[in-house]
């Protein structure tokens, strides 16, 4: 959808009359159905003046097509300028600029691809600009099939205008390379430069039929595309589907191509514990879907599942190839009805009901995603609500599935294919949290390995040697700490301390999306945000002082939560202040925790409690699994009296 079309003389006469901002938020209202914040309009006056200044020149024809803020179809995502044209041989072109306001400073982040720090928003991780023209580029490329055929051809680049480089600036890195060469990034007084870039593909007019065929293409999944997702897939061995998996898998691509075919609307629920193959479900049904022609994302409110899935997918592939695959949930409220063909929500108990920063847009992330898709599947777990503002729910799914007439179809995961399968463990760890009384469950399969330390460090040893074999060991913690390093990776500050032990240990620094999977993490400490949706083969887990044991009970305290965790901010409002309601809602929210953080080790899960009486309590609990087993006395599990060892 093109919000402002018009030929290049139309453009420049917009300008120069002052009219140009009010003519593009009239049609933005119009077009997209509701306003904008100033920032946005302020941003619009000042880009189009320096491109206008850019455009002023007979060296780009009067009669060129112009477009601002395109949104890109099944996206959310809009292009800030585009000119289109052809060359002396009539070949079709068009320049995509990403526009930028930036007027501070960046940083390069290593480590990271196509990632830079910027002050103009607070030190917030953002692509860098030539990445994300180029991503837009070949997004279109990739999905939009009359752009295909009829040969045009889309160079992208970004122009910071407002921005003076230093020497060597970063924005310039040798890292970025791959994404500047491609996709060239122009600054403050690069106006010249820009022009010529455009001037070398647009030489003749095209009286915006290029910008008609964008408009007005066929979308749908490029060959390429698909055959680039397939045999990533075939080379993945983690991404097999077994048992229950694959029976699922067959019934929602049943689903979905019904869905695509009759035009009729389809939503199938998904309930599964930890370790029951959701995720590996989701990444298979995008891939086999997408290579059926069909628009497909896969959606998660937090970051690090889908940032760790992609990176996984993509490896010896270009990130461009599949990084638009990937979506939040909040980018839904702006979709028109069944946008998309397929929407896969990994995590739905995560999805909120408002979106943006504030929470102030849309209505309801469950209800836009259904009305977004004509296919929309959600994995489900109810019992890992770990955050207020979690309300995914089995029962509003299928509510709003109906209002918008929908097919409701309810299928389960129960083969257990994490903690060596253990359905025991899991069952004995709710029965010790609390969580859920479950008959005759003080013990599980010896298989597991579950143990207990008295010591952080050496639980931090323990997961550190573990971890040399292939990198799938982590240490995760409560949020009982403030994250003092965030933003401060050259910095040697700790955010975990535990004084008593001489234990001092940082958050993940600046790895948050893909902690779980980065070489050298293992010397980092995750949480909940950063581990929730992923697995390893061990995690060890320190239990903070939000969770402790007395009066032969468990007991959590919400206000031993950190102050820069969220979770649990805005419970007093969200309750009237009544505190027996804060207290249950944050009791269930700071258990939930921990069984999630619990559950994340295929092969063991080793814990560290900083209350002593919640430490005991455990090892009590672990005591009387060994004495059930005196008769066949096992190695898995060596629990001393006061001391817990490991292998």
């Not at 480590?111 to 837009?136: C, E, M, N, W």
């Not at 929309?376 to 089995?394: C, L, M, P, T, Y």
Request: proline share 2%; with cysteine; aromatic share 10%.
């Amino acid at each position: 959808m093109i919000v402002y079309e018009a030929t290049k003389k139309e453009f420049l006469d917009d300008v120069l009359n002052d009219s140009v901002t009010s003519k593009i938020y009239s049609e933005f209202k119009n077009k997209l159905g509701h306003s904008t914040s100033e920032k946005e309009i302020r941003s619009w006056k000042n880009s189009m003046m320096y491109m206008h200044n850019v455009l002023s020149t007979d060296a780009i024809p009067a009669d060129c097509g112009i477009a601002v803020e395109y949104r890109i179809p099944r996206t959310s995502n809009r292009i800030d300028f585009i000119i289109t044209g052809l060359d002396n041989i009539d070949n079709k072109y068009a320049v995509i600029v990403e526009l930028k306001q930036w007027d501070a400073q960046i940083e390069a982040i290593y480590g990271k691809d196509g990632i830079v720090r910027t002050k103009y928003f607070g030190g917030k991780l953002l692509p860098h600009p030539s990445y994300q023209a180029l991503s837009y580029a070949s997004l279109i490329t990739d999905y939009n099939e009359s752009i295909r055929n009829e040969q045009i051809k889309l160079y992208p680049c970004a122009y910071l205008h407002n921005y003076v480089p230093t020497q060597k600036d970063p924005i310039f890195d040798a890292i970025y390379e791959p994404y500047t060469s491609a996709s060239p990034v122009f600054v403050s007084g690069d106006a010249l430069k820009l022009r010529g870039f455009i001037s070398q593909y647009i030489k003749k007019p095209d009286q915006k039929k290029v910008l008609y065929i964008i408009e007005n293409g066929k979308i749908c999944p490029s060959k390429s595309l698909q055959d680039s997702l397939v045999k990533m897939l075939q080379n993945n061995e983690e991404f097999i589907m077994i048992d229950e998996q694959k029976v699922v898998l067959e019934e929602a691509l049943f689903y979905a191509k019904d869905s695509f075919s009759s035009g009729k609307k389809n939503v199938i629920i998904v309930e599964g514990g930890p370790g029951t193959g959701k995720s590996v479900l989701a990444i298979n049904l995008l891939v086999k879907l997408t290579a059926e022609s069909m628009v497909c994302n896969y959606i998660t409110k937090n970051s690090a599942p889908r940032e760790v899935y992609s990176q996984k997918l993509r490896e010896g592939y270009k990130k461009k190839f599949i990084d638009n695959l990937f979506k939040g949930s909040g980018v839904f409220h702006e979709a028109q009805k069944d946008d998309f063909d397929v929407l896969i929500v990994d995590e739905a108990h995560r999805l909120s009901e408002k979106s943006g920063m504030f929470k102030n847009k849309g209505e309801n992330q469950t209800k836009e995603i259904i009305n977004a898709s004509k296919f929309s599947i959600f994995f489900i777990d109810e019992s890992q609500r770990v955050h207020i503002n979690d309300a995914g729910r089995k029962s509003e799914i299928i509510t709003f599935a109906k209002l918008a007439g929908a097919n409701v179809i309810e299928l389960k995961l129960n083969s257990q294919f994490r903690c060596n399968g253990s359905d025991g463990y899991l069952a004995w760890l709710d029965d010790v949290l609390e969580i859920n009384e479950t008959a005759n469950y003080d013990d599980f399969d010896f298989e597991y390995d579950f143990k207990i330390f008295d010591d952080p460090n050496e639980l931090r040893d323990a997961i550190s040697e573990l971890n040399k074999t292939n990198n799938k060991s982590r240490l995760v913690a409560g949020y009982c700490w403030n994250w003092l390093s965030e933003g401060r990776s050259k910095e040697h500050i700790y955010d975990i301390n535990i004084d008593e032990y001489d234990f001092h240990m940082s958050w993940n620094l600046d790895n948050t999306s893909t902690w779980a999977i980065d070489e050298d993490s293992v010397s980092q400490a995750g949480c909940i945000h950063t581990s929730q949706g992923l697995e390893f083969d061990y995690v060890g887990v320190i239990i903070g002082n939000d969770m402790s044991y007395s009066h032969d009970h468990i007991s959590t305290d919400y206000k031993m939560r950190a102050k820069t965790d969220r979770s649990l901010r805005g419970i007093k409002k969200a309750t009237d202040n009544d505190e027996k309601q804060i207290k249950k809602i944050a009791d269930e929210i700071i258990k939930n925790t921990y069984r999630t953080l619990m559950t994340r080790g295929q092969k063991g899960c080793y814990v560290y409690c900083c209350d002593k009486n919640l430490r005991d309590y455990l090892l009590s609990r672990t005591r009387r699994m060994n004495e059930h087993y005196t008769a066949a006395p096992h190695d898995a599990l060596r629990v001393a009296e006061n001391k817990t060892e490991y292998k």
